[in-house]
């Protein structure tokens, strides 16, 4: 269900709640997704939140509410369960209008400029020092661990596809690996994590040297700049070996 559904309902219940409780703030208006589906596709609980402060019954708080609601093509109907629970249930086209967005948008689609060019922090694995550790904490490290290793790699594959200097990518490159090794160490990793700023000095790397001056590469491209790249650092890689291989030779001879 996207957001432009959720946040039309919203609008829509916070229209109602300005006719029944103009006293009210709308941003206790919140929306969840039901667990069974006969409840509908979203269920707002406001009119049991309220029912204490206005000194009402929740149900018939609900009730009203509802009643109170402005038409939408997008409602299919709205309905009061339990003590007071508002379950929401939409049409399809509602439903169906984010294939319109999609195909509107096309690479734009799912772009958003609310940071407005700010770095941002994924934090994850809240876990509670002083309580046992679960199943759920692993699965979320492993989780927000990905999501950041998928951001770095979008920007050194942003960097490929704006045809930045392979100097730089590499440096982009070895600065993952960097945080990767040494992130892994206890304490140390941490502090290093949070020093360390790889992602900023890529992006800072990758829009200082973008080449405005000529289209993104395409797939094939970005896919041999990548195999440019892992060659590099490869040969890199075993000339580093060779010399550490050398070197404890040479120190078992003089022995």
Same mark, same amino acid.
């Given at each position: 269900?996207?957001?432009? !559904?959720?946040?039309? *309902?919203?609008?829509? *219940?916070?229209? &109602? +709640?300005?006719?029944?409780?103009?006293?009210?703030?709308?941003? +206790? @208006?919140?929306?969840?997704?039901?667990?069974?589906?006969?409840?509908?596709?979203?269920?707002?609980?406001?009119?049991? %939140? *309220?029912?204490?402060?206005?000194?009402?019954?929740?149900? =018939?708080?609900? +009730?009203?509410?509802?009643?109170?609601?402005?038409?939408?093509?997008?409602? =299919?109907?709205?309905?009061?369960?339990?003590?007071?629970?508002?379950?929401?249930?939409?049409?399809?086209?509602?439903k169906q209008h984010i294939v319109k967005t999609i195909l509107s948008e096309g690479d734009r689609y799912g772009r958003s400029e609310s940071a407005g060019g700010r770095p941002?922090?994924?934090?994850?694995?809240?876990?509670?020092?002083?309580?046992?550790?679960?199943?759920?904490?692993?699965? %979320?490290?492993?989780?927000?661990?990905? !999501?950041?290793?998928?951001?770095?790699?979008? !920007?050194?594959i942003g960097a490929m596809r704006h045809r930045v200097p392979l100097i730089h990518i590499v440096r982009m490159v070895i600065n993952v690996l960097l945080d990767l090794a040494?992130?892994?160490?206890?304490v140390v990793g941490d502090i290093f994590d949070i020093a360390f700023e790889e992602n900023l000095m890529n992006m800072r790397l990758l829009m200082r040297y973008r080449d405005?001056?000529?289209?993104?590469?395409?797939?094939?491209?970005?896919?041999?700049?990548?195999?440019? @790249?892992?060659? @590099? !650092? &490869?040969?890199?890689?075993?000339?580093?070996?060779?010399? +550490?291989?050398?070197?404890?030779?040479? @120190?078992?001879?003089?022995?």
């Amino acid at each position: 269900m996207s957001a432009e !559904i959720k946040s039309h *309902l919203t609008e829509l *219940l916070t229209r &109602a +709640l300005a006719k029944v409780a103009p006293q009210q703030p709308g941003s +206790l @208006i919140s929306l969840e997704r039901p667990k069974q589906a006969q409840h509908g596709d979203f269920s707002c609980p406001a009119a049991m %939140q *309220l029912a204490r402060a206005l000194k009402r019954n929740p149900r =018939e708080l609900a +009730l009203e509410l509802v009643a109170a609601l402005p038409p939408s093509e997008w409602l =299919e109907r709205a309905e009061v369960a339990g003590n007071g629970f508002i379950n929401l249930r939409v049409r399809p086209a509602a439903k169906q209008h984010i294939v319109k967005t999609i195909l509107s948008e096309g690479d734009r689609y799912g772009r958003s400029e609310s940071a407005g060019g700010r770095p941002v922090i994924v934090e994850f694995v809240s876990a509670n020092p002083t309580g046992p550790l679960h199943v759920g904490h692993g699965r %979320q490290a492993a989780l927000g661990d990905a !999501i950041g290793a998928l951001l770095s790699s979008w !920007i050194v594959i942003g960097a490929m596809r704006h045809r930045v200097p392979l100097i730089h990518i590499v440096r982009m490159v070895i600065n993952v690996l960097l945080d990767l090794a040494i992130g892994e160490l206890p304490v140390v990793g941490d502090i290093f994590d949070i020093a360390f700023e790889e992602n900023l000095m890529n992006m800072r790397l990758l829009m200082r040297y973008r080449d405005r001056s000529r289209p993104p590469r395409s797939f094939a491209g970005i896919a041999i700049a990548a195999f440019v @790249i892992v060659g @590099i !650092i &490869a040969a890199f890689a075993v000339a580093g070996i060779a010399v +550490l291989v050398a070197a404890a030779v040479w @120190i078992a001879n003089q022995r």
